[in-house]
């Protein structure tokens, strides 16, 4: 604290990302990375622009990332809009199209920093309930609202919901914008981007996507949202009020590679959904309950060990894994998925916690 805080800063609760200890040795499982590296061709990238141009600035608006982007997913290139991670994408989406009237919506359990920039910019908001099962019921998003996000599938539920359910919910849902947050979509998740190509493009829909998870780009920082160019050049207006730069040269060249790499997006993206079940079905037997995830983690429960005791407990066995302590999901872990070798030692680790308590 100090007196030279201003007065927004003093009523911040700032986001707190999954710890990156510093001890060696861990079974990290705690920030849903990937466990394998990035493409090849995107580590030879970054060498090859690794040069004396590192001088001069990067395109301020990534014409050629946005062009590798409007490539892949069958776009036009006024269709993205690229940020510094998809968190700076979202913080630009808060402030340029959800600061509405109406407050924005979205699940009571979710992404825990949609409420932190709600707070930062002063957006109101209204939380919705997960149905039974921990599901959102888009049936539950009726009422006039200033936006609606939520990731597909939901964080840190792993839970996904249907294309036609987002569809339905933009035929009603015509006077405010829809976010998709589509963080963890390549691990068996319908896309909606393809709803964004051609004519039909709806006016309200903006998806999100980042490189940090299925791309293992977690630490070069790259995101971007897909959607309606009207809706991308307001976006534009926010980062050319903030940053003329977010994605440095090195960012640009890699995430270019990384995007037209798809062979290793699907080889390694199927390595972590094949361990994944592999692990959901090990949990099932020592009597884990599991919500169907297609995402790359997976949130469970043991109805008679709480979640702060395995925590710990797996913790001081060098396994990191991440706990919330927040209602209704306090009992609950959130586990990443991470090699073959990882997971066969997380679970060794739970069957000696569990014999011995
Ligand atoms: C990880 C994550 C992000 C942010 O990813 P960046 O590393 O900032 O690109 C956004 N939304 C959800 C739901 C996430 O889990």
Redesign the pocket.
């Known amino acids: 604290m100090s007196r030279f805080w201003s007065p927004v800063v003093q009523t911040l609760t700032p986001y707190v990302p999954g710890e990156q200890p510093k001890m060696a040795r861990l079974v990290k499982l705690n920030t849903?990375e990937s466990p394998y590296g990035p493409s090849p061709k995107a580590l030879a990238a970054i060498h090859e622009q690794t040069n004396d141009d590192l001088r001069l600035y990067p395109d301020p608006e990534g014409l050629a990332l946005k062009q590798a982007i409007a490539d892949l997913h069958g776009l036009d290139p006024k269709q993205v809009f690229l940020g510094n991670?998809?968190?700076?994408v979202?913080a630009h989406v808060f402030l340029g199209l959800l600061k509405q009237n109406l407050p924005v919506q979205f699940p009571d359990i979710t992404?825990s920093?949609y409420p932190v920039y709600c707070k930062l910019f002063d957006i109101h908001y209204q939380t919705i309930p997960l149905g039974d099962g921990f599901g959102i019921q888009t049936a539950d998003y009726q009422s006039p609202n200033g936006g609606i996000i939520f990731?597909n599938p939901n964080?840190p539920t792993g839970r996904a919901i249907a294309r036609r359910e987002i569809e339905d919910l933009l035929a009603r849902n015509t006077d405010s914008v829809v976010v998709i947050?589509e963080?963890?979509v390549d691990y068996g998740t319908q896309s909606c981007i393809e709803l964004l190509r051609g004519p039909s493009c709806p006016e309200n829909l903006l998806v999100?996507h980042?490189?940090?998870?299925s791309r293992a780009l977690?630490g070069l920082?790259?995101?971007f949202a897909v959607g309606h160019p009207a809706l991308i050049e307001g976006l534009e207006r926010v980062k050319n009020s903030f940053n003329s730069y977010p994605l440095g040269r090195l960012a640009q060249a890699g995430a270019i590679a990384a995007i037209q790499d798809q062979a290793h997006l699907e080889q390694t993206s199927n390595k972590v959904i094949q361990t994944r079940e592999h692990l959901v079905a090990e949990l099932v037997a020592l009597g884990f309950d599991t919500l169907p995830s297609t995402a790359n983690f997976i949130f469970t429960r043991h109805p008679r060990h709480a979640g702060a005791v395995l925590y710990q407990a797996l913790r001081d066995r060098g396994i990191i894994v991440r706990h919330f302590k927040s209602a209704r999901i306090e009992n609950f872990l959130r586990i990443t998925i991470g090699t073959n070798a990882q997971n066969d030692e997380f679970v060794t680790a739970l069957k000696e916690i569990l014999s011995t308590s």
């Open positions: 849903n991670g998809s968190d700076e979202l992404y920093f990731p964080a947050d963080a963890y999100v980042t490189l940090s998870k977690a920082r790259v995101g």
